[in-house]
């Protein structure tokens, strides 16, 4: 079972549970620490895996306008080249 699946799973206990109190503060209570093993959640599961993915496409990115730069600069070398030709040859 995957770890997102797992917190689906524990959510869902969690809600049962929520069902079965009465008592508002109660309630307030148990939110605050379903929203503190969210954070926690996103902070040591989605996070990091969000930042890889992330760090592979920017270097794929990188990469790419490289080669864009480098296309650019010989398209331009060879403008030049032939600007040079055709001034030499009048």
Same mark, same amino acid.
């Given at each position: $079972? =995957?770890? %997102? @699946? @797992? *917190?689906?799973?524990? #959510? ?5 549970? %929520?069902?079965? #109190?009465?008592?508002? !503060? ?7 620490? !379903?929203?503190?093993? %969210? +954070? &926690? *959640? ?6 990091? !895996?969000?930042?890889?993915? $992330?760090?592979? *496409? %920017?270097?794929?990115? =990188? !990469?790419?306008?490289? @080669? &864009?730069? /480098?296309?650019? @600069? ?6 030049? /080249?032939? +600007? &040079?030709? +055709? /001034?030499?040859?009048?």
């Amino acid at each position: $079972m =995957s770890r %997102l @699946e @797992e *917190f689906g799973r524990r #959510i869902d206990e969690e809600v049962a549970k %929520l069902k079965r #109190i009465h008592n508002f !503060e109660d309630i307030g209570k148990r939110v605050d620490e !379903e929203v503190t093993r %969210l +954070k &926690a *959640f996103v902070q040591e599961d989605i996070t990091p !895996e969000t930042e890889k993915r $992330m760090t592979q *496409f %920017l270097r794929e990115v =990188s !990469e790419k306008l490289t @080669e &864009a730069a /480098s296309w650019l @600069e010989q398209r331009n070398a060879a403008r030049n /080249s032939q +600007k &040079a030709e +055709k /001034s030499s040859k009048s």
